[in-house]
């Protein structure tokens, strides 16, 4: 009985936590809880952000037909190949965000965070910042929302994101 009241118990207290405003998340725009944004903005947004991360990536693919990404924490550069964009979100009137998955020559899946802002550019949007959120699924820092605003966390540090 005391096992099922502990279980219980915790059980309640994680839902609670999860409910919280200002609790840890896995990317700006997420519900709590939840993996990855939701409400997906319009389809041409959508297109938009995608074809300004391909024409980035693109970009910068080099000889060897991966995407360079200079990672300081490692202190290496991955030699990455896109495979799948995640659904988009907008962040603020100004700032949107799309989660990647690329496949690194070494066998590792790197999910890659871009974060756009439009632009009357060909595409409608410029990529502003690139960060290396997760390596072979395990995240380097994690999203929290503080009213309007969303910081990156990541051990003692919170960035406001803009």
């Not at 919280?20 to 709590?32: I, K, M, N, R, V």
């Not at 690329?102 to 990529?127: I, R, Y």
């Amino acid at each position: 009985m005391r096992e099922h009241i502990r279980i219980g118990l915790a059980v309640a207290a994680l839902a609670l936590a999860m409910a919280l405003p200002g609790q840890a998340q896995e990317h700006p725009g997420t519900p709590t809880g939840r993996e990855h944004p939701g409400g997906a903005p319009a389809k041409s947004v959508t297109d938009g952000i995608q074809s300004a991360v391909n024409a980035y990536v693109h970009k910068q693919v080099g000889k060897g037909k991966t995407f360079p990404l200079k990672d300081p924490q490692m202190k290496s550069t991955w030699q990455l190949t896109l495979k799948r964009f995640h659904p988009e979100t907008k962040i603020s009137n100004n700032l949107y965000f799309v989660c990647t998955d690329f496949a690194a020559k070494n066998g590792k899946m790197v999910d890659v965070d871009f974060f756009l802002t439009p632009s009357s550019g060909q595409h409608g949007f410029t990529v502003r910042r690139v960060l290396i959120h997760k390596v072979d699924g395990k995240p380097r820092f994690s999203y929290q929302q503080d009213g309007d605003k969303w910081y990156r966390v990541g051990g003692k540090k919170k960035e406001l994101l803009k």
